[in-house]
């Protein structure tokens, strides 16, 4: 596959907790989430994979921890995957949202120079982050629905699942629905040392539109991405200052581009 092809290789998979408090979300999803999708690549004319780790809780709060749907470009498969989602379960109100994340970030199989996106979607926080969140900000937070305020029984924290995805490239996008402050942090925590960040949402429609958003804003990254790649000399010798005037564009802006490319293998 030669680079031009290459770098319209997007992954993207949503990592959803589909406890019983998400059902407003996944019938969303189901409606008009991958069409939405579906429509916005093939705009960009982009090589999209989608794929799904939908997680619950640790037993026994939950006896399913998660389950994946490996990512796919055949969005008609996929749907059917989602349209059998249920909303059901869970215990106490914190739950196994750092193992959805690892597992999203460690089991799927990402394509080598793909654009990676984990984006989380739920509405409870992860267990143990207010005892994270002490150690590192020195804040207390007051969750009291958590069978695990001391960490997270897998073990993970908001530092491990991040160098997860740091590891394999991965910027995460994280949707807290409702307001619940303590799931905002922990989201925003995530999402932020990543690159991403974390937004709230007020339901399953507003959660969708903002998952296009986003894309939306990073498909736009790639089409720039695409002239810096076309301009740089096979030589591997470039000068960013020259590149910013021959697009007309920010040092700034060039310079975070031909970082993205690096990161990505084609400088």
């Given at each position: 596959?030669?680079k031009?092809?290459?770098?319209?290789?997007?992954?993207?998979?949503?990592?959803?907790?589909?406890?019983?408090?998400?059902?407003?979300?996944?019938?969303?999803?189901?409606?008009q989430?991958?069409?939405?999708?579906?429509?916005?690549?093939?705009?960009?004319?982009?090589?999209?994979?989608?794929?799904?780790?939908?997680?619950?809780?640790?037993?026994?709060?939950?006896?399913?921890?998660?389950?994946?749907?490996?990512?796919?470009?055949?969005?008609?498969?996929?749907?059917?995957?989602?349209?059998?989602?249920q909303?059901?379960g869970?215990?106490?109100?914190?739950?196994?949202?750092?193992?959805?994340?690892y597992?999203?970030?460690?089991?799927?199989?990402?394509?080598?120079?793909?654009?990676r996106?984990?984006?989380?979607?739920?509405?409870?926080?992860?267990?143990?982050?207010?005892q994270?969140w002490?150690?590192r900000?020195?804040e207390?937070?007051?969750?009291?629905?958590?069978?695990?305020?001391?960490?997270?029984?897998?073990?993970?924290?908001?530092?491990?699942?991040?160098?997860?995805?740091?590891?394999?490239?991965?910027?995460?996008?994280?949707?807290?629905?409702?307001?619940?402050?303590?799931?905002?942090?922990?989201?925003?925590?995530?999402?932020?040392?990543?690159?991403g960040e974390?937004?709230?949402a007020?339901?399953?429609?507003?959660?969708?539109?903002?998952?296009?958003s986003?894309?939306?804003?990073?498909?736009?990254n790639?089409?720039?991405?695409?002239?810096?790649?076309d301009l740089?000399?096979?030589?591997?010798?470039?000068?960013?200052?020259?590149?910013?005037?021959?697009?007309?564009?920010?040092?700034?802006?060039v310079?975070?581009?031909?970082?993205?490319?690096?990161?990505?293998?084609?400088?």
């Amino acid at each position: 596959m030669n680079k031009s092809n290459a770098l319209n290789q997007v992954d993207v998979c949503f990592i959803v907790d589909t406890t019983g408090s998400m059902g407003g979300f996944i019938e969303a999803a189901k409606q008009q989430l991958l069409d939405a999708m579906g429509l916005l690549s093939s705009d960009r004319d982009i090589d999209l994979q989608v794929g799904l780790v939908e997680y619950r809780d640790h037993p026994p709060q939950d006896e399913m921890i998660t389950r994946l749907y490996h990512l796919k470009s055949n969005l008609q498969r996929l749907q059917k995957e989602i349209s059998k989602l249920q909303a059901q379960g869970g215990g106490d109100g914190a739950e196994a949202v750092y193992r959805g994340v690892y597992d999203a970030c460690t089991q799927m199989k990402w394509r080598e120079h793909s654009c990676r996106f984990g984006i989380l979607v739920g509405d409870a926080p992860p267990h143990g982050f207010p005892q994270w969140w002490r150690d590192r900000i020195g804040e207390y937070l007051r969750y009291n629905s958590d069978s695990w305020p001391e960490g997270c029984p897998s073990g993970l924290d908001v530092d491990a699942v991040t160098a997860a995805a740091e590891k394999r490239r991965i910027k995460l996008y994280a949707l807290c629905m409702g307001q619940e402050a303590v799931t905002q942090k922990a989201f925003g925590a995530i999402a932020s040392l990543t690159g991403g960040e974390g937004q709230a949402a007020t339901g399953g429609g507003s959660v969708v539109e903002k998952i296009i958003s986003v894309l939306t804003q990073e498909f736009r990254n790639l089409e720039f991405d695409r002239q810096i790649l076309d301009l740089l000399p096979t030589s591997g010798q470039y000068n960013i200052e020259e590149l910013a005037k021959m697009l007309d564009s920010s040092s700034y802006t060039v310079a975070n581009s031909v970082g993205r490319l690096r990161q990505r293998g084609f400088v």
